[in-house]
């Protein structure tokens, strides 16, 4: 692990990094929305112009304000991400969150910004352009939404009275089978934004989340903001909840009671689990 001297007193607010990403969007995201330029990447999934051009000016942007600590994007290369990702103290991006919607031209796509510190999230930054919705966060000081705190209040006493954000592609065959056909919840959605979906249901848009396997730019900032809204979610208890590189399943619940009853139902259906955090 690189050890770094970072001076906690220059750490931005969450105010200051929502600034930066609500400019960069205007500039970089709507002027390009309805006409991108597409491309696809080695491992298949797409690549527009706006996912490079909003990491380029947040790597420009954020350095000149914090230039100590380094900034990992999903539009990197595998290499530098593990390099960058050892780093005590870094910024975590997802330029476009929800860039097939984006390219597709379905307006249900955001900018994510996380700083990790040590294995944590401490803060978290979630720009929908569209809806000019700002979502963020600040570890133990709760979470906002257009700068209004965002608490979540008790869900539904049952699962059947539920809306579930569901991923079925990343889901065992079984399972998704099984969530299709005798679904435990009400009524079930999936956004194709995952970053953007965690916000949602610490609006309270939502109840439940499954996901089979995210990627750390994926959840960083979203579930942060879940976590300070008062949300429930799995937590990997062997790895002290050290973020990573490494891709994790993801389950949520607006409070601790959907929370167990989701979890057994999914123990029950051989999902793999991990604590509640």
């Not at 300070?228 to 799995?234: I, L, R, S, T």
């Not at 062997?238 to 999914?266: I, K, M, N, S, Y």
Request: with cysteine; hydrophobic share 40%; net charge negative.
């Amino acid at each position: 692990m690189t050890r770094q001297s970072v001076n906690t007193a220059t750490w931005p607010d969450s105010r200051q990094l929502q600034h930066i990403l609500i400019d960069i969007a205007e500039a970089e995201v709507l002027s390009r929305y309805r006409h991108p330029d597409v491309t696809r990447k080695s491992d298949g999934t797409l690549v527009t112009d706006a996912d490079l051009a909003v990491q380029s000016r947040l790597i420009e942007q954020l350095a000149a304000s914090w230039p100590e600590i380094p900034l990992m994007g999903e539009e990197m290369t595998a290499e530098q991400q593990q390099a960058l990702a050892a780093h005590d103290c870094y910024w975590c991006v997802d330029p476009l969150d929800g860039t097939t919607n984006y390219s597709a031209g379905l307006p249900y796509f955001a900018l994510s910004l996380a700083l990790v510190v040590e294995g944590r999230a401490v803060l978290g930054i979630v720009y929908d352009p569209v809806r000019h919705e700002c979502f963020r966060a600040e570890l133990g000081r709760g979470a906002w939404l257009n700068d209004e705190p965002l608490r979540l209040h008790r869900g539904p006493g049952t699962l059947k009275e539920c809306i579930a954000i569901v991923d079925l592609k990343r889901l065992t065959p079984e399972l998704a089978v099984r969530l299709s056909n005798r679904p435990p919840y009400r009524s079930q959605r999936c956004f194709g934004a995952i970053a953007l979906e965690w916000c949602w249901l610490a609006a309270g848009r939502a109840h439940l989340n499954l996901h089979g396997g995210q990627k750390l730019w994926d959840y960083a900032a979203g579930r942060l903001i879940f976590s300070e809204a008062g949300g429930v979610f799995n937590q990997e208890a062997t790895e002290q909840e050290r973020l990573g590189l490494a891709v994790r399943p993801a389950l949520g619940a607006v409070d601790e009671h959907l929370f167990r009853l989701w979890q057994t139902w999914l123990q029950q259906a051989g999902f793999p689990l991990a604590e509640a955090g």
